[in-house]
């Protein structure tokens, strides 16, 4: 029996421990037993350890005997699994491209030094006037290393610009954070799958995003509804990013920004499936390529390019909350469950969002044709 070891146990991670188990894997888990770790019940053997301490976690990997190591929708698991790999001789991405497509300040500069479109930015550990004196407000200060739009904030003055740095810093694992021009626009996110550096889009996706200052995503959609000179500007760009960041295997979830000009500015990359059901939901919803058996198989070393995308529907995730109520007769009753895949509540309470944690559930759809919710 092969043996997989997966970080991160939050519920995230249950469509990918499942799947493992499915395919008769052996699952060991690794995360921190801090009351979210579902995974846990879930998995063969579960390791109460922070996916933080990656000489611990190579040391049980090695012990195991493991065959593969891998995450879906976190980025704080990556820069272990990259290390555990190299050092197993398994399949992954380099330790530089872990640090790439997780630490925001490098990604930048890595942006710059490849002339991809990216905003103008700087990394600061701390407030210094002089240090932002060059910028126009708005701008947009997020932490260097964090996910899920944690510490992430626009900020119109000088006075809320010292307020949101000291808030990313702290967000921080490294304690600095990226102030960063604005850029006024759409924001898509597009998924590919990589394998021995070679790549493939599997689709983009149209992100809902909560006004200003905080930028939590409400709900996504696939396919995109851009025309198609812009989207054909979103897949050069994609390629690019991939290279320049040196993915070499495995999920990617590109975030971009589009103007109302059409130009196209890259935001992020993770080497990682995108989180909020995209990558464990949504691409198979949409286009029928079985996006987290093919994380699996590639972290096993038996996945091969290219793929098939074998069907073309609509598919989105609503996420519930005090900005969103209006969903609630949606999940109240049944009236459009002819296309609802899956409707949770997890808070009755509801949340101004704030970050993604303030989110109170979920519906995801799939459709023949584009179901507006709202």
């Not at 296309?339 to 101004?352: A, D, E, F, G, H």
């Amino acid at each position: 029996m092969k043996k997989i070891a997966i970080l991160g146990a939050s519920y995230l991670q249950i469509p990918l421990v499942q799947k493992a188990k499915d395919n008769g894997l052996e699952v060991h888990c690794f995360a921190w037993d801090d009351g979210k770790a579902v995974c846990k019940e879930y998995s063969d053997y579960f390791y109460d350890v922070s996916v933080l301490e990656k000489d611990i976690i190579l040391e049980k990997c090695t012990e195991v005997g493991i065959d593969g190591i891998v995450t879906i929708a976190t980025d704080i698991c990556v820069p272990t699994i990259a290390y555990v790999a190299n050092k197993l001789n398994l399949p992954g991405n380099s330790i530089e491209c872990s640090l790439l497509t997780t630490n925001k300040s490098l990604m930048r500069k890595c942006f710059t030094e490849n002339n991809i479109a990216s905003p103008r930015s700087i990394t600061v550990v701390e407030f210094d006037p002089a240090a932002v004196q060059d910028f126009t407000y708005p701008v947009i200060i997020k932490p260097s290393d964090r996910s899920g739009s944690l510490g992430v904030i626009k900020a119109d003055s000088l006075e809320e610009c010292k307020t949101a740095i000291e808030n990313a810093v702290n967000y921080s694992f490294s304690k600095t954070c990226v102030v960063e021009e604005y850029i006024k626009g759409k924001e898509v996110s597009v998924e590919t799958i990589s394998c021995n550096g070679e790549h493939k889009i599997l689709t983009i996706t149209d992100k809902v995003i909560t006004s200003e200052p905080y930028f939590v995503e409400l709900a996504h959609h696939q396919p995109s509804s851009f025309p198609e000179h812009i989207q054909n500007k979103i897949v050069d760009i994609t390629y690019s990013i991939l290279k320049a960041t040196k993915v070499e295997n495995g999920a990617s979830h590109v975030e971009l920004m589009i103007t109302a000009g059409g130009d196209v500015f890259s935001i992020e990359i993770g080497s990682r499936m995108g989180g909020d059901f995209i990558g464990s939901d949504l691409v198979q919803l949409s286009t029928g390529f079985d996006y987290v058996q093919a994380v699996l198989d590639i972290a096993l070393g038996q996945f091969k390019l290219p793929v098939e995308l074998t069907q073309k529907k609509y598919a989105g995730v609503y996420f519930l909350s005090e900005n969103t109520k209006y969903l609630l007769p949606f999940f109240e009753d049944n009236s459009f469950d002819q296309y609802i895949v899956k409707k949770v509540i997890t808070n009755p309470s509801l949340q101004n969002i704030h970050s993604s944690n303030d989110r109170s559930g979920y519906l995801i759809y799939q459709s023949d044709k584009k179901i507006d919710f709202t």
